[in-house]
Protein backbone atom coordinates (compact mmCIF):
# COMPACT_ATOMS: atom_id res chain seq x y z
CA UNK A 1 0.00 0.00 0.00
CA UNK A 2 1.61 3.34 -1.13
CA UNK A 3 0.16 5.70 1.57
CA UNK A 4 -0.90 9.77 1.15
CA UNK A 5 -0.06 10.63 -2.41
CA UNK A 6 -0.46 6.80 -3.98
CA UNK A 7 -2.93 4.26 -3.60
CA UNK A 8 -3.09 1.07 -4.43
CA UNK A 9 -5.62 -0.37 -7.37
CA UNK A 10 -9.25 -1.48 -6.56
CA UNK A 11 -12.09 -2.81 -8.60
CA UNK A 12 -14.13 -0.08 -7.60
CA UNK A 13 -15.01 3.61 -7.51
CA UNK A 14 -14.37 5.59 -4.60
CA UNK A 15 -16.94 8.68 -4.04
CA UNK A 16 -14.38 12.21 -3.20
CA UNK A 17 -15.96 15.14 -2.34
CA UNK A 18 -14.35 18.35 -4.20
CA UNK A 19 -11.90 19.00 -0.62
CA UNK A 20 -10.85 15.40 -0.35
CA UNK A 21 -9.11 14.89 -4.16
CA UNK A 22 -6.17 13.50 -2.87
CA UNK A 23 -7.64 10.17 -2.43
CA UNK A 24 -6.93 7.83 -5.58
CA UNK A 25 -9.07 5.08 -6.75
CA UNK A 26 -8.93 2.45 -9.96
CA UNK A 27 -11.63 1.31 -11.54
CA UNK A 28 -11.80 -1.53 -13.69
CA UNK A 29 -13.85 -2.34 -17.17
CA UNK A 30 -14.46 1.39 -18.18
CA UNK A 31 -16.44 2.37 -21.27
CA UNK A 32 -14.69 5.03 -23.38
CA UNK A 33 -17.63 6.05 -25.43
CA UNK A 34 -18.11 9.47 -26.94
CA UNK A 35 -18.56 11.52 -23.92
CA UNK A 36 -15.25 11.08 -22.67
CA UNK A 37 -12.84 14.17 -23.53
CA UNK A 38 -9.07 14.44 -23.19
CA UNK A 39 -7.60 17.89 -21.01
CA UNK A 40 -5.02 18.98 -22.91
CA UNK A 41 -3.18 20.36 -20.15
CA UNK A 42 -3.09 21.96 -16.57
CA UNK A 43 -3.79 25.32 -17.05
CA UNK A 44 -5.86 24.18 -19.61
CA UNK A 45 -8.50 21.97 -18.77
CA UNK A 46 -11.57 20.10 -20.43
CA UNK A 47 -14.71 21.62 -19.67
CA UNK A 48 -18.36 20.88 -19.94
CA UNK A 49 -19.62 23.65 -22.31
CA UNK A 50 -23.42 22.25 -21.58
CA UNK A 51 -23.49 21.86 -17.69
CA UNK A 52 -22.91 25.03 -15.67
CA UNK A 53 -20.30 23.42 -13.48
CA UNK A 54 -16.85 22.91 -14.99
CA UNK A 55 -14.57 20.19 -14.29
CA UNK A 56 -11.08 19.28 -14.88
CA UNK A 57 -8.73 16.12 -15.54
CA UNK A 58 -5.19 16.88 -15.33
CA UNK A 59 -2.45 13.98 -15.69
CA UNK A 60 -2.02 11.57 -12.90
CA UNK A 61 1.47 11.93 -10.59
CA UNK A 62 3.74 9.48 -8.75
CA UNK A 63 2.66 6.46 -11.52
CA UNK A 64 4.01 3.22 -11.36
CA UNK A 65 3.98 -0.59 -11.55
CA UNK A 66 4.69 -3.39 -9.15
CA UNK A 67 4.59 -6.41 -11.05
CA UNK A 68 5.36 -10.30 -9.36
CA UNK A 69 4.85 -13.40 -11.19
CA UNK A 70 1.14 -13.70 -9.52
CA UNK A 71 -0.21 -10.45 -9.74
CA UNK A 72 0.18 -6.54 -11.18
CA UNK A 73 -0.54 -3.84 -8.79
CA UNK A 74 -0.51 -0.20 -10.76
CA UNK A 75 -0.87 2.92 -8.52
CA UNK A 76 -0.66 7.01 -8.77
CA UNK A 77 -2.46 9.98 -7.62
CA UNK A 78 -5.30 11.61 -10.22
CA UNK A 79 -5.32 15.30 -10.50
CA UNK A 80 -9.18 16.55 -10.86
CA UNK A 81 -10.78 19.84 -10.33
CA UNK A 82 -14.35 21.14 -10.24
CA UNK A 83 -17.43 19.92 -8.96
CA UNK A 84 -16.54 16.10 -9.33
CA UNK A 85 -18.25 13.29 -7.64
CA UNK A 86 -15.06 10.46 -8.87
CA UNK A 87 -11.72 11.45 -9.11
CA UNK A 88 -10.16 8.03 -11.01
CA UNK A 89 -6.68 6.72 -11.90
CA UNK A 90 -6.93 4.93 -15.35
CA UNK A 91 -4.57 2.26 -15.95
CA UNK A 92 -3.81 1.10 -19.73
CA UNK A 93 -2.62 -1.00 -21.53
CA UNK A 94 -1.59 -2.05 -25.28
CA UNK A 95 -3.66 -4.94 -25.68
CA UNK A 96 -6.04 -5.04 -28.66
CA UNK A 97 -8.42 -7.43 -26.75
CA UNK A 98 -8.63 -5.23 -23.40
CA UNK A 99 -6.52 -2.37 -22.40
CA UNK A 100 -7.84 -1.19 -19.24
CA UNK A 101 -5.18 -3.12 -16.64
CA UNK A 102 -7.14 -4.59 -13.40
CA UNK A 103 -5.50 -4.61 -9.82
CA UNK A 104 -4.25 -7.60 -8.67
CA UNK A 105 -4.69 -10.66 -11.14
CA UNK A 106 -2.84 -10.74 -14.60
CA UNK A 107 -5.03 -9.97 -17.31
CA UNK A 108 -4.95 -13.33 -19.44
CA UNK A 109 -3.62 -11.92 -22.25
CA UNK A 110 -0.67 -11.09 -20.69
CA UNK A 111 1.63 -14.16 -20.76
CA UNK A 112 4.76 -14.56 -18.63
CA UNK A 113 7.77 -13.56 -20.12
CA UNK A 114 5.84 -10.87 -21.97
CA UNK A 115 6.19 -6.89 -22.30
CA UNK A 116 3.85 -4.53 -22.97
CA UNK A 117 3.80 -0.79 -21.86
CA UNK A 118 1.11 0.91 -19.43
CA UNK A 119 -0.29 4.47 -19.48
CA UNK A 120 -2.12 6.06 -16.88
CA UNK A 121 -4.48 8.77 -16.70
CA UNK A 122 -7.16 10.85 -14.58
CA UNK A 123 -11.01 10.27 -15.21
CA UNK A 124 -13.17 12.88 -13.83
CA UNK A 125 -17.05 12.73 -13.08
CA UNK A 126 -19.35 15.28 -12.59
CA UNK A 127 -21.50 15.42 -9.43
CA UNK A 128 -25.13 14.45 -10.39
CA UNK A 129 -24.32 13.15 -13.63
CA UNK A 130 -22.64 11.33 -15.31
CA UNK A 131 -20.93 13.73 -17.75
CA UNK A 132 -16.82 12.23 -17.49
CA UNK A 133 -13.45 13.80 -19.00
CA UNK A 134 -10.27 12.35 -19.09
CA UNK A 135 -7.01 13.36 -19.39
CA UNK A 136 -4.22 12.18 -22.07
CA UNK A 137 -1.96 9.26 -21.02
CA UNK A 138 0.34 9.76 -19.67
CA UNK A 139 3.90 8.06 -17.78
CA UNK A 140 3.96 5.57 -20.94
CA UNK A 141 6.17 2.57 -19.30
CA UNK A 142 7.22 -0.91 -20.10
CA UNK A 143 6.56 -3.68 -17.89
CA UNK A 144 7.24 -7.37 -18.41
CA UNK A 145 5.29 -10.20 -16.49
CA UNK A 146 7.98 -11.67 -14.63
CA UNK A 147 8.11 -16.03 -15.30
CA UNK A 148 6.84 -18.30 -12.46
CA UNK A 149 9.64 -20.74 -11.39
CA UNK A 150 9.21 -24.20 -11.23
CA UNK A 151 11.97 -26.33 -9.22
CA UNK A 152 14.74 -28.13 -11.61
CA UNK A 153 14.30 -31.74 -11.40
CA UNK A 154 16.84 -34.37 -12.89
CA UNK A 155 17.13 -38.29 -13.64
CA UNK A 156 19.16 -40.73 -15.11
CA UNK A 157 17.54 -41.45 -18.37
CA UNK A 158 20.11 -43.89 -19.66
CA UNK A 159 23.83 -44.51 -19.66
CA UNK A 160 26.37 -46.05 -22.17
CA UNK A 161 29.52 -47.63 -20.14
CA UNK A 162 31.65 -47.52 -23.35
CA UNK A 163 30.98 -44.14 -24.71
CA UNK A 164 31.24 -43.04 -20.92
CA UNK A 165 28.51 -40.73 -21.36
CA UNK A 166 24.45 -40.93 -20.05
CA UNK A 167 21.30 -38.96 -20.88
CA UNK A 168 19.13 -37.10 -18.35
CA UNK A 169 16.08 -35.32 -18.26
CA UNK A 170 13.55 -33.73 -15.97
CA UNK A 171 11.25 -30.67 -15.92
CA UNK A 172 12.02 -26.78 -14.85
CA UNK A 173 10.77 -23.76 -15.31
CA UNK A 174 9.51 -23.54 -19.10
CA UNK A 175 11.81 -21.68 -21.41
CA UNK A 176 14.46 -21.95 -19.16
CA UNK A 177 18.03 -22.61 -19.93
CA UNK A 178 19.33 -25.70 -17.98
CA UNK A 179 23.57 -25.90 -17.85
CA UNK A 180 26.09 -27.92 -16.47
CA UNK A 181 29.41 -26.67 -17.26
CA UNK A 182 29.95 -25.32 -20.68
CA UNK A 183 26.11 -27.52 -21.88
CA UNK A 184 23.22 -26.63 -21.75
CA UNK A 185 19.96 -27.16 -23.07
CA UNK A 186 16.80 -25.70 -23.25
CA UNK A 187 13.24 -26.84 -21.62
CA UNK A 188 9.82 -26.37 -23.83
CA UNK A 189 7.01 -24.40 -23.38
CA UNK A 190 5.71 -27.12 -20.65
CA UNK A 191 9.35 -27.46 -18.85
CA UNK A 192 10.64 -30.90 -20.07
CA UNK A 193 14.23 -30.61 -20.87
CA UNK A 194 16.85 -33.78 -21.84
CA UNK A 195 20.54 -33.11 -21.68
CA UNK A 196 23.48 -36.16 -23.11
CA UNK A 197 26.62 -35.56 -20.71
CA UNK A 198 29.61 -37.14 -21.88
CA UNK A 199 33.39 -37.88 -21.06
CA UNK A 200 32.40 -39.07 -17.80
CA UNK A 201 35.17 -41.36 -15.97
CA UNK A 202 34.21 -44.78 -14.77
CA UNK A 203 32.56 -44.93 -11.33
CA UNK A 204 30.11 -43.25 -9.49
CA UNK A 205 29.82 -39.59 -9.79
CA UNK A 206 27.74 -36.53 -9.02
CA UNK A 207 26.55 -34.78 -12.05
CA UNK A 208 24.51 -31.45 -11.21
CA UNK A 209 22.73 -29.30 -13.19
CA UNK A 210 21.15 -25.65 -13.07
CA UNK A 211 18.45 -23.57 -14.88
CA UNK A 212 18.86 -20.03 -15.68
CA UNK A 213 15.66 -17.97 -16.28
CA UNK A 214 16.66 -14.34 -17.21
CA UNK A 215 19.99 -14.79 -16.85
CA UNK A 216 19.39 -15.37 -13.19
CA UNK A 217 20.30 -18.95 -11.96
CA UNK A 218 17.23 -20.40 -10.00
CA UNK A 219 17.96 -23.34 -8.55
CA UNK A 220 20.11 -26.47 -8.93
CA UNK A 221 19.13 -30.37 -9.31
CA UNK A 222 21.46 -33.31 -8.41
CA UNK A 223 21.50 -37.13 -9.94
CA UNK A 224 24.61 -39.97 -9.67
CA UNK A 225 25.45 -42.12 -12.51
CA UNK A 226 27.97 -44.96 -12.03
CA UNK A 227 29.80 -45.47 -15.24
CA UNK A 228 31.53 -49.42 -15.49
CA UNK A 229 34.41 -50.64 -17.56
CA UNK A 230 34.39 -50.48 -20.99
CA UNK A 231 33.40 -53.67 -22.97
CA UNK A 232 36.99 -55.06 -24.19
CA UNK A 233 37.39 -55.05 -27.80
CA UNK A 234 38.70 -57.67 -29.62
CA UNK A 235 40.07 -59.76 -26.48
CA UNK A 236 43.03 -61.28 -26.98
CA UNK A 237 43.38 -65.20 -26.30
CA UNK A 238 44.92 -68.57 -26.85
CA UNK A 239 42.57 -71.12 -27.22
CA UNK A 240 43.12 -75.28 -27.35
CA UNK A 241 41.68 -77.02 -29.84
CA UNK A 242 40.56 -80.84 -30.45
CA UNK A 243 43.01 -82.69 -32.42
CA UNK A 244 43.86 -86.38 -33.32
CA UNK A 245 44.49 -88.78 -30.20
CA UNK A 246 47.65 -90.48 -30.40
CA UNK A 247 48.67 -93.64 -28.27
CA UNK A 248 51.30 -93.26 -25.89
CA UNK A 249 53.35 -96.34 -25.44
CA UNK A 250 54.87 -96.92 -21.52
CA UNK A 251 58.55 -96.33 -21.33
CA UNK A 252 58.93 -94.90 -24.96
CA UNK A 253 59.21 -91.27 -25.99
CA UNK A 254 55.84 -90.51 -28.29
CA UNK A 255 55.06 -87.45 -30.46
CA UNK A 256 52.08 -85.42 -29.93
CA UNK A 257 50.66 -82.65 -31.86
CA UNK A 258 49.23 -79.85 -29.91
CA UNK A 259 46.24 -77.30 -31.61
CA UNK A 260 45.58 -73.80 -30.48
CA UNK A 261 43.45 -71.42 -32.30
CA UNK A 262 44.42 -67.77 -31.53
CA UNK A 263 42.24 -64.48 -31.07
CA UNK A 264 43.17 -60.90 -30.57
CA UNK A 265 46.28 -58.97 -30.62
CA UNK A 266 48.16 -62.15 -30.10
CA UNK A 267 51.54 -63.27 -31.70
CA UNK A 268 50.88 -66.99 -33.31
CA UNK A 269 52.71 -69.35 -31.00
CA UNK A 270 55.78 -71.87 -32.70
CA UNK A 271 56.87 -75.14 -31.61
CA UNK A 272 56.52 -78.67 -30.42
CA UNK A 273 54.95 -79.82 -27.32
Same mark, same amino acid.
Given at each position: ?6 N ?18 I ?18 P ?13 A???T ?17 GG ?38 Q?M ?28 I ?9 ? +? ?5 ? %? *?A @? !??? $????G??? #? ?33 G ?15 P +?????Q? %? *?? @? !??? $? ?6 ? #? ?15
Amino acid at each position: MHMSHKNKASTGFKSIGAAGLAAATIISGLSFGSAAVAAPSEGSPATDQVQPRLIYAYAPTGTGVTATADSIDVYGTPNCGGDVAFCTLNAIGDSSQSNVIRDGAWPSWWLPGETHTVSFQTMATERGTSFTVYSIPTGLISVTRPQKISAITARVVSQDDD +ARSAVVS %G *TA @T !PNA $RVTRGTQS #AYASSTGAWTMTVGNLQPGKQTLTFTQVVDNVAQGTASVDVTIGDPTPVNP +AAIVGQT %G *TS @T !PLE $RGADTAVE #AVFKTSGSVSRPQGTV
